[in-house]
């Protein structure tokens, strides 16, 4: 019952798409990372590339930032990100790879991850972060939620679902930054309000996003070694 009490509530405010709002995403996405000075952009300019193909990959896919978040790594997702491993390796760019597990991890800073990595014995680490967003809205269908049938058949709940990715190889012993890419995922429901979920929308935006993802990262890491 209480699955569609909220929209019959809010009938009289039949809504529509408000759109997302990319710059917050990435916002969720950036670096958190302390301020630099200038001496420190300097140190970085005379940082120089030191693995060579074949090398060991650790993956970092880090955890998503309490804001509005409904979402979590699973299985299927590792799956994926597996098959960009076995690409890469076929491609003779890795001699191993693996995920990192999230309870080796200390944090979610550039530093932190290249200490998880190193600790694992890994030459690079390809720090994967993600964030996504829910737009909810009703359309006129939603009146017959005013029945109780209605919730269960009448298609009038939206929801549309933006995934977003970015992602950096970085050496684990100086920082020096390989590729770096971002992809997103968009997929929309509409559906009776007794089942319409986030998670329905979300999931395959999030694996269109990672399978965007692994491409462009692949193709990156093959042209950088």
Request: charged share 25%; with cysteine.
């Amino acid at each position: 019952m209480k699955r569609f009490l909220l929209p019959v509530i809010t009938l009289s405010l039949i809504s529509c798409s408000t759109g997302f709002d990319r710059g917050a995403l990435r916002a969720q996405l950036a670096p958190r990372e302390p301020q630099i000075n200038d001496s420190q952009v300097q140190m970085e300019r005379k940082l120089q590339p030191q693995v060579r193909a074949p090398f060991k990959m650790a993956i970092a896919l880090q955890l998503p930032g309490a804001y509005r978040q409904n979402w979590r790594w699973n299985s299927e997702d590792r799956e994926l990100v597996e098959k960009w491993g076995l690409d890469l390796q076929r491609r003779g760019k890795l001699s191993d790879f693996f995920i990192m597990n999230e309870m080796f991890l200390e944090g979610d800073s550039t530093a932190a991850l290249r200490r998880a990595a190193a600790r694992h014995g890994a030459d690079a680490v390809l720090m994967v972060s993600a964030a996504s967003e829910v737009d909810n809205y009703l359309n006129p269908s939603s009146l017959l939620y005013f029945t109780i049938v209605g919730a269960f058949i009448a298609p009038g709940s939206h929801k549309d679902a933006l995934f977003m990715i970015e992602g950096e190889l970085v050496d684990v012993n100086n920082g020096y930054l390989y590729a770096a890419a971002q992809s997103e995922g968009e997929y929309s429901t509409v559906r009776p309000a007794y089942f319409s979920e986030d998670k329905d929308a979300l999931a395959p935006a999030k694996k269109e996003a990672l399978m965007a993802f692994g491409e462009e990262i692949s193709n990156r890491i093959t042209r950088s070694f």
